[in-house]
Structure formats: C-alpha cells, structure tokens
C-alpha cells in the first residue's frame, strides 16, 4: 500500500532528540547515554555560568506508544538505567518528550519535594545554578539501586502471596499489613542492639539470628513460629509507643494484632527483598560498608517505596483507594504551603525555634506528613548560619515532636506509623481515634500546618423501615457532635426565647448551626450537613493564629447558596462601604479545582478543590480575639487534568494528558 503524498512524515526517534536537544542550545556541553531500550535516545546536557558547570538537565525522546513512562516512579526507574555509569553529578531535572507529549521534571526531589514529579518548566542556564547538586548524599546511587530493586520485589512479593504462594490472608490489603509488620519488625533488626532477644518455649532467642532470611530457610516453619513470637514480644515495644496531646500512650499494634503469614517461602521472599542489599558503596563505587541494611538507604527514598507500594496494590473501591490522595495533589499542595512558610518571618522564626507542627486529622496512611517531612528537611537544609550539627538537631528534634496524625480507621493507623518510622520518625504522634472532630487529643492553637483530605458528603438514606432506622441512628450519633461546634455562639435574647448570635473567637467552633435572614444561629441536622464544613471549622480551631490549612473540599461547598454561611463565616462578610471583609477567621489566599476524576479510585466521581486558608493572627492583649487582617486577592486556578486518566481502576500516566498543577503551583509562587 502506497503512502499518501500528503500525510506528514513520521519522525525518527533521532530527529526527535535532536530536536529536544536544540531547545537547550544554551547548554552547549553533552553527554549521550546508553539504553537497553530501543524505544529510548536520552543524554545530559550542561553548560556554564561565571565559570562554573551548571547542574545537567536529562533528555529523553520515546518512540511513540511507550508515554508510561511519564509516571514518576517509572520515570525514576529509567532515569536510574540511564544514569548508572554516569561519573559525574547526576541531573536535577529531565525533559522527557514523544511524538505528541512533552513534559517537565524535577529528578529525585532536589528541588526540596519529595520524590521525582512534573513541573512547569526548566529554569534557564542562569538559574540553575542555584539548585543544589544531587551528589549531597555520597551514597546516593547505593540507596537509588536499592529503591528500584524494592520496588520491585515488594510488587512481586504481593503477586506471589496473591497469586501463587497463598496464605492466611483474605485479600489485597491484608498482604500490605503484613509486608508492613515485616518492616516493622526489620526496624528492630537494623536500629536495635544486636544482642536484642526474646523468649521463645522458656528459650531466649537472639533476633538478628532468628530474623534473617537464611535462617528462614534453613528452618522452615520451626523459624515462622520464632518469629511470629518475636512480634508478639516487640509489637508494644516503648521505642514504639507515642504519647498524644491528652497524655494517651498510642503503640503502632494492638494486642489483638499478630503475624498471620504461616508459609515458610512467603517469608523467605520478602526478608530476602528487605535484607539482601549487597555492600553499601558511595557515588564514585568505594565500599563503604560490606553488608547494608535499610538504615544506610535515604530515608526520603524508603518513605517514597512505602507509597508507591501502596499506590500500586491497594484494592480500590471500599479498600485504601478511599484514603490515598494522589500524588500530585499532595505535591502541590506541599509545595505551595513551604513556599510561603519561606517567605513568612514569624513562621520560619518558630520552625527554626524547633517549634513547627504538622497535622492531618483524617491521616490515612500519612501521605501528607510524609511529603511535608522531606519538605521541612530540605528547608532546614537551606537554612543560612546554622551549622550542620544544629540543622541536623532540629531536624530530629521536629521529626519526633512536629508531626501529628489521626484517622478512625486503625489499620490505617497502623500503616502510616509504619510508613513514618521507615524514615527514621518512629515517634510521629499518630494515633487512633472514634472522630477527630472531637477527641481531646487533638488541642486547639497547636498548629502550624495543616494538610488534609477528610470525609465528606451528606449520607443519603431510603425511604422504607430500614432508612428510617439508619437516618435516625445517624442524626442520634451526630448530635452531639454539633453541640459541641457551637460554643461561639451566645444568647442575645432577652426574653424566654434564646436568639444566637456569632461570636467569633480563637479557639471556638460555631458550624453546628447556621444564620437565618435574621443572622439568629439555630442548629443544624446530621444529615444536612457536609463533614467537610465540620473539618473547615476544626481545623482552624486546631491552627495556631496565622497558621495555614490545605483542604480538599467538595465544590458544594465553595459554590452552593445554601453554604454562604460557611464562606462567610471562613473570611467574613465583605463591609459595603469599606469593602473589607468583616467577621471572618481566616484569610483564603487560594482555590483551586480539581478534575472531575480525581478521586475516581475511590468510588467517587465528586467535583473538588483544594481550599487553601490562613488563619487570621490574634491580639495580644486578648489572644482569643482575632486581628482584623484585610483579605488580600485570591489566587484561583482550574487544574483540567493532572497527568494521568483513571482506567481500569488504575491510574494510567500514559495517556499523555498534562499535570495542569505543574502550571499553576509555578504561577502561584511567581505571584501571578
């Protein structure tokens, strides 16, 4: 069949490198890389400023039809291939490029982020320079290796006891908490004295003997039952048990939660994946150490394995889909609370005084609070006069005191303390509660930063018998839970007949009832109202003054009339003659919509956005009384897309649709 004359002419996969490496001109050093992919032509590219080499940038043409490696896992993945017999530094951004898709990123998390991800653009040959070089970590290539072959093996082993090897688990998610419960236990065999025992039939035994995937198989099923007893032993181990703000002391493990693999292979497998690291050696190939263990790789790049494992295997609807917010929502959000933070005196006064808190009071497995600590260890990391040894205090010293979590679902619970003691924070104050709404654990004022993604939409019930009942139970358990958010409203009747009025204070709550034309407050029904309103309100009461709050909320809420109380009571009510807003708690510096699609995974198709506010700061002769800051312009973007399509219940990275938040978190930090 003959070509028509017309039809463009398809592109070489040469000329179309060839063509990304001229949009660098300015970069006039290279360095070509070789693939074991033939789909793939990649090299570096570099050039020079005052003198001085400026960090490379990575190219990447594809052949059509192979755009799954946009994914920033997989990305990682191919960049590692690409880069590991590269002697010198490694690129802190990549430009990846097909026949129809182009996009932008930053490598590894150089940028202060947590992991590889998309960005708007790259900065031009006079400002590159000022990003920090890759290489800081002198076994960085060691811990990457050891990354891409966890990845990897966590992935097969999950198939193997899903698929093959089966054992006494009864879905998906249960393989994940026990992978979680042998990393838990693996933190004992690398961060613990290596004379550590326990009893075993009126024996004791030495872990570090008995834990080993050798021994494993060597012994069979006599080593299942060792360490099914060594769990037992450590599950409520003091290193640990965290203390919340009520003074509860919280284990990862409750006393009814026990090792449920039996198979001797299964364990195998997964110690083998965990334990087999080979010698630790640095970026140049010098053996630093003969035998490594989890402790020597990058705390940053273990905490990422834990979420793509995550990601990848969870079983969606009713599963963790319901918990787990996609990447790049958390990175914008993380990106953009930091930017400010760096830009704001009085905060990074307090965050330098080791006095920072982070929390997210409908945790799930952490996702917020593991990408806010890679953030808050890269500002730390640029701070100026502070020497390595106070940077490296603080660091820990907010690792273990600045990070809260709650969640209602305890094996969620169970693995973010997993995924936050993988990075070295074992003593994250994460915590199981009935309703973060209203535990005393959680204290008002206590807060710098809160990122969230809590439970949301108004419960609908049938009109028969079985309804009724439900709706009834429903509206009997959320009443006092209303209750309780009314106490900034005061009686200003002066009859029998109570009239409520608004009085907003620093630690109050008042979205338990709603005005009338008449502005009296009068209580609200269960049913009637969003859990998300109720989260708004908590969590500028659990806010320091002047701390910031990202929330994901459905649209209804920032658009319906019925909810103009809610923004209203949020910033105010704008004043007609000065037109400042009056009477509000907070000052809203951004929205930004999401896709219809992103929270497809967990069974919802609900338009959202991410509400981002500030709480207003307070006085200081009345520290319950807030200051009246003037609301400043809002930032408002539409993110249409953000770089995948979901299919099949999975998020597909392929389809080459853009990551719009690249776009708009980099015009926000512009000011534009």
Not at 94 to 116: E, I, K, M
Request: glycine share 8%; aromatic share 10%; with cysteine.
């Amino acid at each position: 069949m003959k070509k028509d004359k017309g039809a463009p002419k398809e592109q070489s996969l040469e000329q179309r490198y060839k063509d990304l490496r001229k949009q660098y001109y300015e970069f006039d050093e290279t360095e070509t890389l070789k693939s074991s992919n033939d789909f793939v032509q990649a090299g570096l590219v570099w050039g020079s400023v005052d003198g001085n080499a400026t960090p490379a940038i990575l190219l990447i043409a594809l052949e059509p039809g192979h755009w799954e490696y946009s994914e920033d896992s997989r990305l990682e993945l191919l960049a590692y291939e690409l880069l590991s017999s590269v002697e010198s530094d490694w690129p802190v951004f990549a430009h990846l490029q097909d026949d129809v898709n182009s996009r932008c990123y930053s490598l590894f998390g150089v940028d202060g982020t947590d992991g590889t991800h998309s960005v708007d653009e790259i900065p031009p040959l006079e400002l590159i320079r000022d990003f920090e070089r890759l290489e800081k970590d002198n076994t960085f290539r060691w811990s990457m290796r050891v990354y891409t072959r966890l990845m990897y093996k966590l992935d097969a082993f999950h198939e193997q006891v899903y698929q093959t090897v089966k054992d006494r688990v009864s879905d998906k998610n249960d393989i994940i908490e026990e992978v979680a419960k042998i990393l838990f236990l693996e933190t004992f065999r690398v961060h613990h004295d290596e004379d550590l025992t326990f009893k075993f039939k009126g024996q004791k035994l030495r872990f570090r003997e008995v834990f080993d995937f050798q021994y494993v198989k060597q012994n069979g099923a006599k080593a299942v039952e060792q360490i099914q007893a060594a769990f037992e032993a450590f599950k409520s181990h003091p290193d640990y048990v965290v203390t919340d703000d009520e003074g509860n002391e919280n284990s990862i493990f409750d006393k009814n939660t026990h090792l449920r693999l039996q198979r001797p292979e299964n364990y195998e497998t997964l110690l083998e994946a965990v334990q087999d690291l080979g010698p630790v050696t640095d970026n140049q190939g010098r053996i630093m150490k003969d035998i490594g263990t989890l402790a020597d790789v990058s705390a940053d790049l273990l905490g990422r394995v834990f979420d793509v494992f995550l990601r990848a295997n969870f079983e969606s609807k009713g599963g963790l889909g319901v918990y787990l917010t996609p990447n790049p929502v958390k990175q914008a959000m993380l990106q953009m609370a930091f930017h400010d933070i760096q830009q704001d005196s009085m905060a990074m006064e307090n965050l330098t005084a080791g006095n920072f808190r982070f929390c997210d009071p409908a945790c799930g497995t952490y996702g917020f609070g593991s990408v806010a600590l890679s953030h808050l260890k890269n500002v730390i990391d640029d701070l100026a006069g502070m020497t390595d040894a106070k940077k490296e205090k603080l660091k820990n010293d907010l690792r273990d005191n600045g990070f809260v979590g709650a969640d209602s679902a305890p094996r969620m619970v169970m693995l973010a303390r997993v995924n936050m003691a993988l990075q070295d924070a074992r003593k994250a104050r994460i915590f199981y509660t009935d309703n973060s709404l209203t535990t005393t654990a959680l204290k008002p004022n206590t807060f710098d930063l809160i990122c969230t993604n809590p439970p949301f939409g108004t419960p609908k019930f049938k009109a028969d018998n079985k309804g009724r009942s439900s709706k009834k139970h429903y509206e009997e358990r959320m009443a006092p839970i209303l209750e309780s958010f009314r106490s900034d409203l005061k009686d200003v009747g002066t009859g029998k007949k109570a009239k409520w009025h608004l009085y907003p204070t620093v630690s109050g709550l008042a979205v338990g009832s709603s005005p009338n034309k008449k502005g009296e407050w009068t209580p609200v029904k269960g049913t009637s109202i969003d859990p998300a309103v109720l989260f708004i309100d908590r969590c500028l009461q659990l806010l320091k003054p002047g701390g910031r709050l990202f929330i994901v909320l459905p649209d209804g809420v920032l658009c319906n009339s019925g909810d103009r109380y809610v923004r209203e009571y949020i910033m105010g009510r704008k004043d007609e003659k000065s037109g400042e807003f009056v009477g509000g708690k907070a000052i809203v510096k951004a929205v930004i919509s999401l896709p219809a699609d992103t929270f497809k995974l967990s069974g919802t198709g609900a338009k959202t956005s991410i509400l981002y506010v500030q709480k207003r700061r307070a006085g200081k002769e009345d520290p319950e009384q807030f200051l009246p800051e003037p609301q400043t312009d809002v930032f408002m973007a539409v993110a249409d897309t953000l770089g995948y399509v979901v299919k099949n219940n999975v998020e597909d990275y392929s389809s080459g649709v853009p990551n719009d938040l690249d776009l708009i978190v980099g015009a926000y930090k512009r000011g534009e």
